[in-house]
């Protein structure tokens, strides 16, 4: 796998890169976390990534740095900040979650990448088999021991999302850690040795206790909380009734497109089921 110079299919403007340009003079974006939260500007531009020549511009001390691609010509940067950096002025610190419900759907993109990257980066410093200090493998985004030669990438975690649909309703449900009177879709992460389908008729099982059929694809998102592929399903409902586990999910109901509750933000993968079956029953999304 060299994902050097290799052109996304879906976003061709954006050009995956491993190695940093030499003799590079142009400005870049500079993708900032301190922990999870994303430097933002405030004043000119709010709500903008930095666009900067260097990092160093900014007179805080960088842990690290991982060289992304190109944006439309443009070089991109993930760096890490220190937990007690305090942001310069006209910036700000946000929270990645509020990030994502202000920015667009191709800048969340970035964002997720770049946050995801700097991650791998802090999380494997050191050989997890035998301890050694690991060494970036040349052409690739990856991590070698050069003791034992175990190899790190970056993890990606798949999880399943499902809209299961009952006639003309759909089962939303709620878990506690929800903003006020918001309902989203179930999902959950795939466990070894089983099919995402599996995955899907487990999930709903487990928090709700009803049965699906018809499970369909229907697409995927990557999603930085914290580093899972979202794989979108619809499905039929079965057998059984709504008993929310109490856990993960605290309530659960079948909801028609005329009465909705408080829904997830449209970036969302979740969302765009939910619009799709608004489509389907006619309605404007």
């Given at each position: ?13 954006f050009?995956?890169?491993?190695e ?8 870049a974006?500079?993708?900032?976390f301190?922990?999870?939260d ?14 900067l ?21 443009t ?16 910036m ?20 997720n ?13 050191f050989?997890?088999?035998c ?49 006020p ?12 040795g ?30 930085p ?61």
């Amino acid at each position: 796998m060299t994902p050097t110079n290799r052109e996304n299919p879906i976003h061709p403007k954006f050009i995956v890169g491993i190695e940093p340009p030499a003799g590079r003079t142009e400005k870049a974006l500079w993708f900032i976390f301190r922990g999870r939260d994303i430097l933002l500007k405030v004043n000119k531009n709010p709500g903008a990534i930095p666009k900067l020549q260097d990092i160093g511009e900014l007179g805080l001390p960088a842990v690290r740095e991982q060289y992304l691609g190109m944006l439309e010509g443009t070089h991109c940067f993930s760096v890490e900040f220190p937990a007690d950096v305090r942001a310069p002025e006209g910036m700000k610190f946000v929270d990645l979650r509020q990030a994502y419900s202000e920015m667009s759907e191709g800048c969340f993109e970035l964002v997720n990448k770049a946050v995801q990257v700097m991650e791998w980066d802090r999380t494997n410093q050191f050989c997890s088999r035998c301890g050694a200090k690991t060494l970036q493998k040349p052409g690739e985004r990856g991590k070698e021991c050069p003791e034992c030669g175990e190899l790190f990438y970056p993890r990606i975690s798949p999880a399943v999302i499902v809209l299961i649909r009952k006639g003309s309703k759909i089962l939303l449900a709620r878990s506690p850690n929800f903003p006020p009177d918001m309902y989203s879709l179930i999902a959950g992460f795939v466990e070894p040795g089983e099919t995402a389908e599996e995955a899907v008729a487990r999930e709903v099982w487990e928090e709700v206790c009803i049965g699906v059929k018809n499970i369909t694809y229907f697409g995927t998102q990557a999603w930085p909380f914290p580093n899972s592929l979202m794989i979108g399903f619809t499905a039929e409902y079965d057998s059984g009734d709504i008993r929310p586990d109490g856990f993960e999910i605290e309530d659960a109901k079948w909801f028609s497109a005329d009465e909705l509750p408080v829904l997830p933000g449209k970036i969302s993968i979740s969302r765009k089921l939910i619009d799709h079956f608004l489509k389907e029953e006619g309605l404007e999304v």
